[in-house]
């Protein structure tokens, strides 16, 4: 995903090798390289002025003195840096301290969704957990399919809106997901599934009705964790998008989908900053196991390396 910025950014690190102390101007030079990389990657301009600002104070200031040469000391600037746009430090699921701890997932449609709610069912599942899927999104056809498709291969139980989940639906809306979700975490509390993740429907393009569709089942079943799924490929659209999301539904982490990709992964360095939320996860393939907790040192180490 970030090669290219990568090997900007090393390429940037390398004129610096070998220097006694730096200069203002080779400060403000290697700053300037690391801006139109960062740009280049699609990184959201607000967080590219405030990272350079950041990364060029603390370059200024640092001390010469101890283990690290000025070229090192710069690479250590940027990498805390990086790791604080990041979000700082992993951050877990929080469970309910009454089962069922209730997750549901909200984001354009074709983010990942439904293939992180098998992904996190997984997880969860080799844990030692007893998820439930419950399919809210009625808006799609096939999505109650896809669902119990995933669900299947994880291994766990959904909870659907069709008798079967023959997949007989049509893209009509089918039913109402608010009561679908509501019915959902009832049916996991019931039957004692710890955890329930409750897929919701998702559009082309941010829309008010599809927003207030999850801002509703968000206020019906009061869920612990909301998670953001964002495609990491969107790259400049990544800061609309997650903010529109933000303020229509609130969540409470991001999940970045599509890592694997190779398209220059801007919404990652972007949308922690931007919305103030944790990135908690990241989706890095098709498979169910291409998924891993977010830990944003080995995300920035990983940039740097
Ligand atoms: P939803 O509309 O948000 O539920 O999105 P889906 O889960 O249906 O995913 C849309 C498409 O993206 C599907 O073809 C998935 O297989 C694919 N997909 C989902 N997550 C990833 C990922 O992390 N990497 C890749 N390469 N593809 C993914």
Redesign the pocket.
């Given at each position: 995903m970030f090669n290219s910025l990568s090997d900007r950014l090393t390429a940037t690190f390398k004129n610096l090798r070998g220097r006694g102390r730096l200069s203002e101007a080779d400060i403000d030079a290697t700053v300037r390289e690391i801006r139109r990389a960062l740009l280049d990657a699609d990184v959201a301009v607000p967080v590219v002025r405030e990272f350079t600002a950041a990364v060029r104070e603390r370059a200024l200031s640092a001390e010469v003195s101890g283990a690290l040469n000025p070229a090192q000391q710069v690479v250590k600037i940027v990498n805390e840096e990086l790791v604080e746009i990041l979000g700082g430090h992993t951050r877990p699921l929080s469970f309910a301290k009454v089962a069922p701890t209730v997750i549901m997932l909200a984001?354009l449609?074709?983010?990942?969704?439904?293939?992180?709610a098998g992904k996190l069912s997984l997880a969860l599942r080799e844990q030692g957990h007893t998820p439930l899927l419950v399919a809210a999104d009625l808006q799609r056809p096939n999505a109650v399919t896809?669902l119990s498709v995933v669900a299947e291969r994880a291994g766990v139980p959904v909870y659907a809106p069709h008798p079967g989940n023959q997949g007989a639906e049509t893209d009509v809306v089918i039913g109402d997901p608010v009561g679908v979700a509501r019915d959902g975490v009832a049916f996991a509390r019931d039957k004692q599934h710890d955890v329930v993740i409750v897929d919701t429907a998702?559009r082309l393009g941010v829309d008010q009705v599809l927003m207030q569709q999850a801002a509703d089942i968000r206020a019906a079943i009061s869920p612990d964790e909301v998670l953001f799924?964002i495609d990491a490929m969107i790259g400049q659209d990544a800061v609309a998008t997650a903010s529109a999301f933000l303020e229509g539904v609130d969540f409470t982490g991001v999940v970045l989908?599509?890592?694997?990709?190779d398209a220059r992964g801007g919404a990652a360095l972007s949308v922690a900053k931007v919305t103030g939320r944790p990135i908690m996860f990241a989706?890095?393939?098709?498979k169910l196991t291409?998924f891993e907790v977010f830990h944003p040192d080995r995300m920035a180490s990983r940039i740097l390396d």
């Open positions: 984001g449609q074709g983010a990942g969704k439904t293939t992180l896809q998702g799924v989908s599509k890592l694997d990709g989706s890095t393939g098709e291409d």
